[in-house]
């Protein structure tokens, strides 16, 4: 084969693939096997949305191109949105609809930085968000964060970090892995540190309509008019249940939208029209059954909560939207070979820290997928997991064995791909 891009090649692979390979070894000894490593809603979308999209679907106007930066009928409707979120301006000229939040950020980066500059995240990261900036030979620049401080980012650890190549930093709250909810005043804080040294601030907001109820509005960035520096991003998959229909947005600065739309015509030329019609109903129409989900991921993170209070040796140590961060109970041993056996053996496919350049400690997992009686059954499934570790003997009375593993149960896997790079 003829060479490739080199910096493709550098760039990692996505993890759950490699989870799920290791989930189908499983043989359903201790229970069903169980998602937890794709953060993707339980539920289908309501049947109102579904008709929506599939009368959209039937029709010719949907099946033509469409405006690069999205139908004029969405990008109203989720400026409306913006506004009555955060309380400030923001235009529907402002707004661009792509397809999924991933592409939202793959634009934006394109635009923000060039090969050799370099973005800051903090880490734990969202891997899509590394691997884009890898692939692009932007340098992706850890800043790390850790269970001590609620895996909040530091804003002066962040200015420390900054170089005249740093062209943006950016921010995922509620945080995928940890789950964790940036407070306000720290996002205001970055966006300050942001202006002041004449960089971007990238807020992906993916999960936003899974802030607990109370918390509705997770910042007031916009409310004194939009900053000229502010990128924030979102989808639409998880908060109406479509991650297969592909639709996210982004909403900046006037200005910057003819580049953008430059990237967006390359990689896209328009967003799924359909997907768009229904979501431009679904905003302020499905509001309440959004309301609802969010009360629903509420009760399923209590449930986690309650989980880890009663297992002994495993800690939570974040929680929110769809994911809880915590730490497992096995030492020193590779959360790769921690997460191989919970899949091959126990039926429990969870990712790895150092999926997300985190902790060898950590593992995410991802609740959103399985209901309040699968969380509570994770307890016991959970405490098995442990205990066979500790007597590999209780693992071979098994009447079928679990697929070959180290005989100490826990052990650094051959098979553990190369996790993405870490700090
Ligand atoms: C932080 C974050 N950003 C973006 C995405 C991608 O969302 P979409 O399906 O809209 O591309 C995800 C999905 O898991 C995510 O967790």
Redesign the pocket.
């Known amino acids: 084969m003829p060479p490739l891009n080199p910096s493709l090649i550098d760039t990692g692979s996505p993890p759950i693939p490699q989870i799920q390979a290791w989930g189908q070894g499983y043989d359903g000894w201790h229970g069903p096997l169980l998602n937890l490593c794709?953060?993707v809603p339980a539920y289908p979308p309501p049947p109102a949305m579904l008709a929506r999209l599939a009368e959209a679907a039937g029709s010719a106007e949907a099946a033509a191109y469409g405006p690069i930066q999205g139908d004029a009928a969405l990008r109203e409707a989720y400026a409306a949105h913006l506004r009555s979120l955060y309380g400030g301006d923001c235009a529907a000229g402002q707004v661009a609809i792509t397809?999924?939040?991933?592409?939202?950020?793959f634009v934006a980066m394109m635009a923000l930085a060039r090969r050799g500059e370099a973005v800051l995240l903090p880490t734990p990261w969202?891997f899509?968000?590394a691997m884009t900036l890898d692939m692009l030979g932007i340098e992706a620049r850890a800043l790390p964060c850790d269970a001590a401080s609620g895996f909040l980012p530091d804003p002066d650890r962040a200015e420390a970090l900054l170089d005249g190549g740093v062209r943006a930093i950016v921010l995922?709250t509620p945080?995928?892995p940890t789950g964790a909810i940036y407070p306000a005043a720290l996002i205001e804080r970055f966006q300050s540190l942001c202006q002041r040294r004449g960089i971007w601030l990238v807020l992906?907001e993916?999960?936003r309509d899974f802030l607990p109820p109370g918390r509705e509005q997770p910042h007031a960035l916009p409310a004194g008019g939009w900053p000229e520096n502010l990128i924030q991003?979102?989808?639409?998959?998880?908060s109406f249940a479509i991650?297969g229909h592909?639709?996210?947005a982004l909403a900046a600065p006037e200005a910057l939208l003819p580049e953008l739309g430059k990237v967006m015509d390359c990689v896209q030329i328009c967003a799924n029209r359909p997907a768009q019609a229904a979501v431009a109903w679904g905003i302020e129409a499905l509001a309440g059954w959004r309301a609802a989900k969010r009360a629903e991921m509420a009760e399923r993170a209590e449930a986690m909560r309650a989980v880890f209070d009663r297992l002994p040796g495993w800690r939570l140590e974040a929680l929110g939207a769809?994911f809880a961060y915590v730490r497992h109970p096995f030492g020193v041993t590779s959360a790769w070979e921690v997460a191989r056996t919970m899949a091959a053996g126990h039926g429990l496919m969870a990712l790895p820290g150092p999926a997300f350049a985190g902790e060898e400690a950590h593992l995410r997992i991802a609740f959103a997928n399985i209901d309040l009686a699968t969380i509570r059954a994770l307890e016991p499934r959970l405490r098995r997991v442990a205990e066979e570790a500790a007597s590999p003997a209780g693992r071979e009375s098994r009447a079928q064995r679990p697929p070959a593993l180290p005989a100490a149960g826990y052990g650094r896997s051959p098979a553990a791909p190369d996790a993405h790079r870490g700090p």
Do not use: E, M
């Open positions: 794709q953060a397809a999924g939040c991933n592409q939202a950020y969202y899509n968000h995922v945080n995928n992906d993916t999960y991003l979102t989808s639409f998959s998880k991650p592909r639709l996210g769809y």
